[in-house]
């Protein structure tokens, strides 16, 4: 019989949100090959009684691919001691995963996202006696700081882990310093779907969504808040309609949804067409980036962005900030330009750089990892934990 993993996240998509954290849930599909996996992904009270209707039921997972999926409600208080939000988190979930341990042991607990997530985690592996496993993925651990009122809890969590998987190495050397023992970490990094992500001619993918022409196109995938630099993209591209020497007008086109999304749609963009995608599945997003002069992900914090890693698979062109692990990911054949964050100058210059370069992407071996490379090396690692450990119910 298969061994049985808890993956353990508010990241992942569900019905309220079905674009929501695609790396986790391509990520579980993928070490699916290997076991079978309960997914248990709470989804807040607020979200829930927001909707104006109720989303139509979601298939717990495809037939046969070894995931069920669950989304259980998140109760907290609004404006409580952020603090208090792992206990909150840990009694929302442990009714459903309590159902689901009684039917079939688990052998292993992963979590991905610090608190509350992994610290919740870490109460149900020790219940369970069970290896537990942290994903990072950036803010989660970047925004730890003696005044942060969550890093205790947050540090904790991590120490309680069998293993810290970090998206970067910029991630891992920032817990060292924090104090989390550098021979539990270990540095993954995140794969792309390569069924998807793969060079298409540009014209072909135009061709494929409708769009006429070869004017150039700058592309922005991601969520539309203030920290991943969307104005700033808007300013700059304000600057790049009023340069004269370009010959074609270029187009924006933004795919996510967030809290600035109301903020972005009114940003003023005289003459311009800015085209507002809103969230897309990913085969849609493959076009995209294959259709795109460049992609630009100006963001002021990240782990390593999933988004550059697909561009870079489909040999799109890259502008993005020097942040996080996204240097680790750099590479010196000229179809990447890393800038300065909240720098719109240098961002203009990189991106004006790229559109008049546009025709000169570079052709050769895709240098990104799959999703099945990526749950090669965790199942590895798990299994390694797995050989001196057993498990029982909660």
Known sequence: MRRRILFISNLYPNPYRRGMAEFNRQQVLALSSHYDIAVVSPVPWTTTIAAIAPPPVAPLAAVGTGVEVHHPTYYYLPGMLRK???????????????????QRPFDLVYASWLFPDAWAASRIAQR????????????????????????????????RAQKVLCVSRALQER??????????????????????FFPVPSQTARLALGIEGARPLILYVGNLKVEKGIMDLLEAYRNILTTTNIVDTPQLAIIGSGPCEDKVKKFSLPGAKVLFLGTQQLE?????????SVLCLPSYNEGVPNVVLEAQACRTPVVATRVGGIPEIFRDDGSMILVDPGRVDQLTQAL???????????????????????????????????SHQGGRSC
């Not at 208090?84 to 009684?102: K, N």
């Not at 310093?177 to 993954?188: S, Y």
């Not at 997003?285 to 259709?291: H, R």
């Open 284 to 292: 849609s997003i493959a076009l995209w980036m294959n259709a795109a």
């Open 84 to 102: 208090l939000q792992g206990e909150a988190f840990l009694y929302s979930i442990l009714p459903t995963v309590r159902r689901l341990a009684g």
């Open 175 to 196: 817990l060292a310093t924090l104090g989390i023992d550098p021979a539990k970490m270990e540095t993954v990094y995140n794969g792309v779907d390569s069924s998807l």
């Open 352 to 386: 004006l750089k790229m559109i008049q370069a546009a025709s000169e992407r570079k052709a050769g071996p895709v240098p990104v990892g799959s999703w099945q490379d990526n749950a090669e090396k965790l199942v590895c690692l798990f299994e390694q934990a797995l």
């Open 128 to 159: 369970l006696r069970v290896p537990l496993f942290v994903k990072v993925h950036g803010s989660d651990v970047n925004r730890l700081a003696p005044s942060c009122p969550v890093t205790s809890r947050s540090l904790e969590a991590a120490r």
